[in-house]
T-cell receptor, first 111, second 110 residues
Framework: DVKVTQSSRYLVKRTGEKVFLECVQD?????MFWYRQDPGLGLRLIYF???????EKGDIPEGYSVSREKKERFSLILESASTNQTSMYLC??????????FGPGTRLTVL | GENVEQHPSTLSVQEGDSAVIKCTYS??????FPWYKQELGKRPQLIID?????GEKKDQRIAVTLNKTAKHFSLHITETQPEDSAVYFC?????????FGTGTRLTIIP
């Protein structure tokens, strides 16, 4: 059974904190993605990675960075969390260039 | 970049009736159009997709149509059932990135 897992379902952080969101897939997929989902805005791409140590900016990369040291793991980093980064964060993986399988999501609240 | 508009934002249909969700896209180079279903509190799931060299694709009760000239594509659900209640997202891939529509909340009325 296909699995994409995320490190936390719910996370509460304070403004200015460094935040790590982790995503792991067990399908040996080359491609992994980070999206944020906000009501009325759909899913917006933050970053994606097509191979280990490779990354590409998506539509809204400002305030975020990513790390992919191993094929199965893709991390999203908020260097200094701000209240406008309160959102649902979804990770996805794929054997193609578009997301096939999503993780359960992490609802991040920044106070 | 690509811009995808999705209508309607909410849709209620009687169980057993059909539902249609429409999307338009701006980039004439877009060549791949997936649809995702997200049930309440769950992750999005890819339910069907269509490529630009095909005009229609069916999978049981769901079908997608694509009109490249008009740059619009649609999701059709026939004989709707309560488990079809969800938010549906269209998307279009142009310039190597996938752009999502803003979603349609479909409610099936028993």
């Amino acid at each position: 059974d296909v699995k994409v897992t995320q490190s936390s379902r719910y996370l509460v952080k304070r403004t200015g904190e460094k935040v790590f969101l982790e995503c792991v897939q067990d399908m040996d997929h080359e491609n992994m993605f980070w999206y944020r989902q906000d009501p009325g805005l759909g899913l917006r791409l933050i970053y994606f990675s097509y191979d280990v140590k490779m990354k590409e900016k998506g539509d809204i990369p400002e305030g975020y960075s990513v790390s992919r040291e191993k094929k199965e793991r893709f991390s999203l980093i908020l260097e200094s969390a701000s209240t406008n980064q309160t959102s649902m964060y979804l990770c996805a993986s794929s054997s193609t260039g578009t997301p096939q399988y999503f993780g359960p999501g992490t609802r991040l609240t920044v106070l | 970049g690509e811009n995808v508009e999705q209508h309607p934002s909410t849709l209620s249909v009687q169980e057993g009736d059909s539902a249609v969700i429409k999307c338009t896209y701006s980039d004439s180079a877009s060549n791949y159009f997936p649809w995702y279903k997200q049930e309440l509190g769950k992750r999005p799931q890819l339910i069907i997709d269509i490529r630009s060299n095909v005009g229609e694709k069916k999978d049981q009760r769901i079908a997608v149509t694509l009109n490249k000239t008009a740059k619009h594509f649609s999701l059709h659900i026939t004989e709707t059932q309560p488990e079809d209640s969800a938010v549906y997202f269209c998307a279009a891939r142009g310039n190597e990135k996938l752009t999502f529509g803003t979603g349609t909340r479909l409610t099936i009325i028993p």
